[in-house]
């Protein structure tokens, strides 16, 4: 079964408007969640860090004001596109590191579904 | 992922071989993974390597590691259509990301019957 959930799973929005999705871990407890960006035909690329309890961790050159990350529990995270506009079009993916004890591949990281956001 | 490098895109026939090769740069990382993604959906863990490895094999998957030469291969043994997908190479980033992943522009594998 799934260990993480996203949702929405697609989104359209008017350019100007924000648009929340969530990431939930469904397995276990996670303290730390990863944000990815796709662009079509592109690889995945790390956005940012999301810690529980504290400030998420973004990578160069991606805007803390415009990616809001929010990790209020150790299963929930959230990132709020803030003010979209189309160039913020892309699919969004978060990721879990299960806790290491007796698990996968050490550093295995399991994926949402994605998030497809379109920005008109 | 700017310093993990696949070819684009790869056609094979059903029942072939499929070779998917990656070259990386972080010597350091401590695995290296494969990922499928289907189109519209998220990704899928196919199989992993630990650094200290030379082969992996895991049914009709085999993983070459060239460490000296940072060169990742994934072959498929008889490929079927199913098989049809985008894979990714990915290492463990070390950074103050922790254990995020770096992601290469993945290959393209396209199964003809």
């Known amino acids: 079964g799934a260990v993480v959930s996203q949702h929405p799973s697609r989104v359209i929005c008017k350019s100007g408007t924000s648009v929340k999705i969530e990431c939930r871990s469904l397995?276990?407890?996670?303290?730390?969640m990863f944000w990815y960006r796709q662009f079509p035909k592109q690889s995945l690329m790390l956005m940012a860090t999301?810690?529980?309890?504290?400030?998420?961790?973004?990578e160069q050159g991606v805007e803390k004001d415009k990616f809001l990350i929010n990790h209020a529990s150790l299963t929930l995270s959230t990132l709020t596109v803030t003010s979209a506009h189309p160039e913020d079009s892309s699919f969004y993916i978060c990721?879990?590191?299960?806790?290491?004890?007796?698990?996968?591949?050490?550093?295995?990281?399991?994926f949402g579904p994605g998030t497809r956001l379109t920005v008109l | 992922g700017e310093d993990v490098e696949q070819s684009l895109f790869l056609s094979v026939r059903e029942g072939d071989s499929s070779v998917i090769n990656c070259t990386y740069t972080?010597?350091?990382?401590?695995?290296l993974y494969w990922y499928k993604q289907e189109p519209g959906a998220g990704l899928q863990l196919l199989t992993y390597?630990?650094?200290?490895?030379d082969m992996k094999q895991d049914q009709r998957l085999t993983v070459l590691l060239n460490k000296k030469d940072k060169h990742l291969s994934l072959r498929i043994a008889d490929t079927q259509t199913g098989d049809s997908a985008i894979y990714f190479c990915?290492?463990?980033?070390?950074?103050?990301?922790?254990?995020?992943?770096?992601f290469g522009k993945g290959t393209s594998l396209l199964v003809t019957p």
């Open positions: 390597i630990f650094s200290n490895m």
């Open positions: 990915a290492e463990s980033k070390n950074s103050n990301s922790g254990y995020a992943l770096n």
């Open positions: 999301s810690n529980e309890g504290s400030k998420a961790t973004y």
């Open positions: 990721s879990i590191t299960p806790p290491t004890s007796g698990r996968g591949a050490g550093n295995e990281q399991f």
């Open positions: 397995d276990f407890q996670a303290t730390t």
């Open positions: 972080d010597s350091s990382s401590t695995y």
